[in-house]
């Protein structure tokens, strides 16, 4: 590095530039400047070929390196000094003239500290600092510093020094100089230095990077231009620090984290060989840990521009196992990031989906939320970002077991329903995509919480149809909607107006309670009306103690009250409700309680009761689009309705709104709209509009002359040949809206019981339903001409006679349009007797004795009146389930209730037994809505018990959804009622026992007190019924129950008091509850609150000289109950027998014209319950094909006949009764077995003990009865099901019993 001459020229004398004096420590400042400026201004001309000059000016150089000016205190001579040493660098570049590794290092750290003046670029000396770091970037002046041994620490200094000097007024030239400096000391180095690189990477941690923004993205770009060879560098640092856990090894190792991210952000290649360091952490034992390396790649895999998913597949499967992790924070982390992946990366949503399907069941409330809130925000910005798997578990979360989740859920379905199907802001197809989540809002109104219920209210007022939205257009959104909603949507739909419809009535009840004078009566009707208001609002608890205050504030403040009688008020419009809320509101608001929990409840209240959406206006815009369907000028296509569902739809929601808002119809052009639909060729059309009339019209006659003219006829002409339905609303709108009914109903009664013929019963079935119900109306015109006709017609003529023969197609129920006329006229006859008597409500006459023996004998006849086998199996059930309907109609009138005998009662329960299974599903729900109306007598109740028998088991589990609600309405309206105490007998759900043990004892498969497959059955239906009223010991009632049965056991069986076997099996069930109960509770053995009122019709009364404290039931029966012994008999016994069916004694009744006199005279009773009994059957899961195909059942009069039996199922399935029809396999004709004419079956379909053993001898069982499994050649069979039942004694079986007959192959 030495020049020949230094030496020489360092002893010499220094020669300066011409013009230059000397430079000495004499002069003053001002004179070492103005030198130095000339001596720049001459190395600054000079170039590198100038070998003369630079030698000339050697020992000027090395002068110029000495310590007067190196450490000079003014900073124009550094300054200068800097600059000279630059060029001076420059000039001799590549050999420095200073050979001294330590005069260098003063060189180079001196010149580093001038670079500080850069910072202020508004300096008069700024040009020469720009100039100095241009002169050192472009020669790069620093590679020197590579042989000196601590080089680092100049380069450090260097480093800082520019990051702290860079802002926002440097231009680009002098970014691109610092980066031009610095980027050749990283690449044309050995290596960067940890603490070289912590200089670097420091400004990247948020800290700094929010102190200065300028140094953040000087580093960025420093580290991308030399990625090459820092990475390596990089990875050491995150080895040391990660992997080995050598936090020492710099000052930024608890921002390794945050630097990944930042690093990442400027260029992934940086951390190439990082990542798989971060897989290896996120399997760390520590929570904490993990928790902060999943924040970090959730980061990096959901930046907007990552490509790290794809291009890292290991870490990225490693990480969405974080999902599962135990840690709850770290799942949590991991959900809160699939919302910036769906976003930024829809591509990766497939992967998202079944790791967010199990977080959306995590156990974690919090989890759970926000997998749904994570959904819904990607759905916001974008549909397509979420499939329908994603919105799928939003869907389920609706019906979470917390309130937030369900909360959220619900709120995030409407706002993607408002954005895109209400204001279709991505098109139609979007908006089909989420058409489903309309019918499953609306379908949460049937949960029970009332939380929900007002959720649903609020999400439809605000999200489905805004109630800001202008009346036409709010209109339009309802018309619409209405029409696209499923049933059970409509049907929540409809509950929810009847609901605030109700509630708008009770709060009218309070006001009109608070105009009456102060009295014990009158604070006690409050009380109830209250509770009753209480129970429609959210936290009942505190919901009790806010309306009594409001309440008080109604009571003394007479301009609130009148407010809320003009909210209320039935001609209340939707504006005129926002301006009372608005005032009601107003008034309540304290302004020194900003947080007022009985201000909010009372908004609750306004909510619910204020008519945001249905006024007189609102009714007319409906009309008005209605009519435009009709003319079809709608835009109903484009709404993705037909104009056909629009009118019935429209028709079916002005229907609706007429039972709620009766008052807003009355208008000339909405009656005369109606009247258009009357006259429509579509029936719904015309019953609804008729519907409408009926529940809106009161005022026509006085106030719309021109419409009552109009409308007379029409209805005339429906009642007379309308179809059924629009015959019943014509009759009860003509006795609803005109003062003259009875002239009126005259009108019509005269003519049509004129033209009654049962020889044309599609002409009958109008004018029945239109002469019962005009009977049921008008008793007192109507009741004697009704009588000659029931004697007469109905009677004799038409139930009496089968004039045509069913269809043999076989099955057990057939569709309506499939059900004769003549089937469908006697149904209408039985509904015009059922109708008739419910009008006279009494019976003076003895018709309803006569009546109900007529609906017994059908019962026991099983449909089958004549008994001349002309009408089919399905018919007969028809008539089976209009006779059980009928008697438990007539039960609900007290008059009729208390001559129903025991038998009576019993006949019509085991209607639920029926072997049809449509017919117990549609008498199960006809019993569970008039008892929860509490219309029917509690001991129809009891009927529910014999459910436990059902072998489907959806129709047991509906059932017992029906049990417990009518206890709930039963137990809640005795709290709501204090009147109700008097009568608990009749009410209290306990009070139920009795009638289900004696129901019991009269069960016809209750034969033998001793077999314990009966005794199971017993213990099974008891238990059906006691499981639900022993849920909760109110009261202490288990003791209560316990001492009912024992007393029950102390008397005898009123039906049958001095039958020895009939009180034997009183006490065996008797005995069978009391194990029931004991066994199921612990606390039934505490004294009885109450002294049990056993009925009279029922059980005898008490002898005092009779104690029964006998056991009726044996220890080996009380075992088998307690432990469920298995049955003696392997169901492999019993595939292939035929089954055998005990008889019943035959219903006594010689001709049918001798059951017609009975029926208006006095005749004996009809033979107990107990002489029916039911098919046998299986145990089945769901309503299947051949639910209802015929199964005759014959009794095998031996061995031969039962192995006959069993070959001909093989071959061909079931044996027609016709030979012709028995073909075999190979086409040729199946020889019929002869067997003896059985007794008439039993009706009804099995308990579940029977049909767990067996299978019917016929292929086209009901529903719940198990088959023979088919034979291998022929498994097309329609007729049969495959058996699943142990295979190898099967085999043998059958071999043994038919050796010619193919082995049946039921492994297959």
Same mark, same amino acid.
């Given at each position: 590095?030495?020049?020949? =001459? ?20 004499? +002069? ?26 630079? =030698?000339?000016?050697?020992?000027? !150089? ?29 000039? $001799?570049?590549?050999?420095?003239? $200073? ?8 060189? %180079? ?153 930042? /690093? ?6 940086? /951390? ?44 990225? &499967? ?32 497939? @992967?998202? *989906? ?19 809130? *994570? ?68 379908? +949460? ?34 018309? $619409? ?177 007429? %039972? ?46 021109? +419409? ?61 339903? #239109? ?33 045509? +023969? ?45 009546? /109900? ?67 117990? =599903? ?21 009927? %529910? ?22 206890? #709930? ?14 009568? /608990? ?5 306990? $009070? ?17 007190? &001793? ?107 009380? *075992? ?109 004709? !199946? ?68 050796? *010619? =007959?193919?082995?049946? @192959?039921?492994?297959?």
């Amino acid at each position: 590095m030495e020049f020949p =001459q230094q030496q020489k020229a360092a002893e010499g004398k220094i020669t300066y530039p011409p013009g230059v004096k000397e430079i000495t420590d004499k +002069i003053s400042n001002d004179e070492v400047v103005k030198r130095l400026k000339m001596v720049v201004k001459t190395f600054m001309d000079m170039d590198q070929d100038s070998e003369e000059e630079k =030698q000339q000016y050697l020992a000027l !150089a090395l002068h110029l390196a000495s310590e007067f000016f190196l450490r000079n205190p003014n900073k124009d001579v550094r300054l200068l000094v800097a600059c000279c040493l630059a060029d001076i660098f420059r000039i $001799y570049a590549p050999e420095a003239p $200073y050979t001294s590794h330590d005069k260098l290092k003063d060189i %180079f750290l001196f010149i580093t500290r001038q670079l500080k003046g850069l910072e202020d670029t508004k300096s008069p000396q700024f040009n020469r600092y720009f100039y100095l770091l241009e002169n050192l970037a472009w020669v790069k002046s620093y590679n020197i510093c590579f042989e000196l041994e601590d080089c680092n620490e100049i380069f450090i200094q260097l480093f800082k020094t520019l990051f702290s000097v860079i802002n926002t007024s440097h231009n680009q030239k002098v970014q691109m100089h610092m980066l031009d400096l610095m980027s050749s000391i990283i690449t044309e180095g050995d290596g960067v230095t940890q603490e070289l690189l912590d200089t670097i990477l420091i400004n990247l941690i948020p800290a700094h990077k929010n102190l200065n923004k300028q140094a953040y993205d000087l580093a960025k770009v420093l580290l991308k231009r030399t990625v090459q060879t820092i990475e390596t560098c990089i990875a050491n640092f995150f080895n040391q620090v990660l992997v080995l856990g050598k936090s020492s090894v710099s000052d930024l190792s608890e921002h390794v984290f945050d630097l990944i991210q930042e /690093l990442f952000a400027t260029d992934p290649l940086l /951390l190439l060989s990082v990542m798989p360091q971060l897989e290896f952490k996120l399997k760390s034992n520590d929570g904490e840990e993990r928790l902060a390396v999943v924040r970090l790649l959730a980061k990096l895999f959901g930046a907007r521009d990552s490509e790290l998913a794809n291009q890292n597949r290991p870490l990225w &499967q490693c990480f969405l196992g974080r999902f599962n992790d135990i840690h709850v924070p770290v799942r949590l982390e991991c959900v809160k990031f699939a919302s910036h992946c769906l976003m930024n990366h829809p591509d990766l949503a497939k @992967d998202l *989906t079944d790791y967010l399907k199990v977080r959306s069941h995590d156990p974690e409330e919090a989890i759970r939320h926000d997998v749904i809130v *994570t959904i819904i925000n990607a759905g916001k910005k974008d549909l397509n970002l979420v499939n329908d798997q994603l919105l799928g578990f939003v869907r389920e979360r609706t019906l979470d077991k917390r309130w937030r989740v369900r909360k959220e859920a619900m709120m995030g379905l409407a706002q993607l329903f408002k954005k895109y199907c209400l204001h279709h802001e991505a098109g139609k197809e979007s908006a089909q995509k989420i058409s489903w989540i309309k019918d499953k809002l609306l379908h +949460i109104y049937y949960q029970n919480s009332i939380d929900d219920k007002l959720l649903v209210e609020k999400i439809f007022a605000q999200y489905m149809v805004p109630h800001s939205l202008e009346t036409e257009e709010k209109m339009k959104c309802l018309y $619409y909607l209405y029409a696209c909603l499923d049933p059970n949507a409509v049907k929540a739909l409809n509950e929810m107006w009847k609901c605030q419809n109700m509630l708008r009535s009770v709060v009218r009840e309070l006001l009109d309670l608070h105009k009456l004078p102060l009295s014990e009566a009158n604070t006690a009707a409050m009380f109830g009306k209250l509770l009753t208001i209480t129970k429609n609002l959210p936290d009942p608890g505190k919901a009790q103690d806010f309306m009594k205050k409001f309440n008080q504030v109604l009571g003394e403040d007479e301009k609130l009250r009148s407010l809320l009688e003009q909210l209320i008020s039935p001609t209340c419009s939707c504006k005129q409700a926002e301006v009372c809320v608005r005032e009601i509101t107003r008034k309540l608001t304290f302004p020194k309680q900003p947080a007022n929990p009985f201000l909010e409840m009372v908004k609750f209240l306004l909510e619910r009761i204020a008519p945001v959406h249905i006024d007189s206006e609102a009714i007319s815009a409906l009309v008005k689009l209605l009519n435009r369907s009709i003319e079809g000028t709608a835009d109903d296509d484009d709404e993705g309705v037909t104009p056909d569902t629009a009118i019935r739809s429209g028709l079916e929601l002005l229907k609706v709104l007429s %039972f709620t808002h009766p008052t807003s119809f009355h208008s000339a052009e909405t009656y005369e709209s109606l009247l258009q639909c009357l006259k429509m060729e579509d029936d719904k059309v015309a019953e609804a509009a008729i519907q409408i009339f009926r529940n809106t019209g009161q005022k026509i006659e006085a106030e719309l002359p021109h +419409i009552r003219s109009t409308l007379i006829p029409i209805l005339h002409h429906k009642a007379k040949r309308g179809t059924p339905h629009q015959a019943k609303q014509a009759v009860h709108c003509i006795h609803a809206i005109f003062h003259n009914k009875e002239v009126q109903l005259a009108q019509i009664f005269e003519p049509l019981s004129r033209s009654l013929n049962a020889d044309v019963p599609e002409q009958l079935i109008t004018p029945l339903v #239109s002469l019962g119900h005009i009977s049921m109306l008008a008793p007192d015109q109507f009741a004697s001409p009704m009588k000659s006709i029931v004697a007469n017609f109905i009677v004799k003529d038409l139930l009496m006679n089968d004039r045509s +023969i069913g269809n043999k197609v076989g099955k057990l129920w057939s569709s309506d349009e499939e059900v004769s006329p003549e089937v469908l006229a006697k149904v209408q006859a039985i509904k015009l007797l059922v109708r008739w008597l419910l009008g006279m409500k009494n019976n003076q006459s003895k018709s309803a004795n006569s009546t /109900l023996r007529l609906l017994s004998a059908m019962l026991v006849s099983e449909g089958d009146l004549t008994e001349q086998k002309k009408i089919s199996k399905s018919d007969m059930s028809r008539l089976r389930l209009a006779a059980g309907g009928a008697i438990m109609k007539l039960a609900q009138e007290p008059c009729y209730h208390d001559i129903i005998t025991p038998e009576q009662f019993q006949l019509c329960g085991l209607v639920i037994n029926d072997e049809c299974y449509q017919v117990r =599903q549609i008498f199960a729900q006809k019993l569970h809505m008039a008892l929860a109306k509490l219309v029917l007598p509690l001991e129809y109740m009891a009927v %529910f018990a014999l459910c436990a028998k059902d072998p489907v088991k959806e129709r047991r589990a509906h059932a017992r959804q029906c049990l417990l609600k009518n206890i #709930s309405v039963r137990r809640e309206y005795i709290k709501q009622n204090p009147v109700a105490h008097e009568k /608990l007998p009749s009410l209290l759900p306990e $009070y139920v026992v009795p009638y289900m043990i004696h129901l019991l004892v009269h069960d016809p498969d209750f034969t033998k007190p &001793q077999d314990f497959d009966q005794l199971r059955d017993l213990k099974e239906c008891l238990w059906f019924m006691l499981e639900v009223l022993m849920t909760k010991n109110e009261n202490n009632s288990h003791a209560f129950l316990r001492k009912m049965v024992e007393n029950i056991k102390q008397t005898k069986d009123a039906q049958a008091p001095d039958d020895p076997k009939a009180n034997e099996k009183l006490y065996v069930v008797c005995d069978v509850a009391l194990f029931v109960i004991v066994n199921k509770s612990t606390s039934c053995h505490l004294d009885s609150p109450k002294d049990p009122v056993l009925p009279t019709k029922f059980f005898t009364p008490p002898d005092k000289d009779f104690v029964n404290d006998k056991e009726f039931l044996s220890m080996e029966a009380r *075992t088998m109950l307690l432990t469920g012994k298995p049955k003696a008999s392997p169901v492999l016994a019993t595939v292939n027998k035929p089954l055998t069916v005990a008889g019943r004694r035959p219903y006594t009744k010689s001709t049918a014209s001798e059951s017609s006199v009975s029926l208006s005279g006095h005749s004996e009773s009809i033979s107990p319950a107990g002489n029916r009994t039911r098919v046998a059957g299986a145990e089945a899961t769901g309503p299947g094909a051949s639910e209802n195909e015929e199964n005759p059942v014959s009794k095998e009069s031996s061995s031969e006949t039962g192995q006959a039996s069993v070959k001909k199922r093989g071959a061909g399935g079931t044996q027609s009764p016709h030979p012709e029809n028995n073909v075999g396999p190979d086409g040729a004709t !199946a020889p019929v077995t002869p067997t003896p004419v059985p007794t008439k079956p039993r009706r009804g379909r099995p308990p579940k003990s029977l049909s767990a053993g067996g299978a019917t001898s016929a292929g086209g069982a009901g529903r719940g009865r198990k088959r023979a499994a088919p034979t291998p050649d022929n498994t097309g069979s329609p007729t049969v099901e495959p058996i699943t039942i142990k295979i190898p004694k099967q085999q043998e079986a059958d071999g043994k019993r038919a050796m *010619t =007959q193919r082995q049946m @192959d039921l492994q297959r």
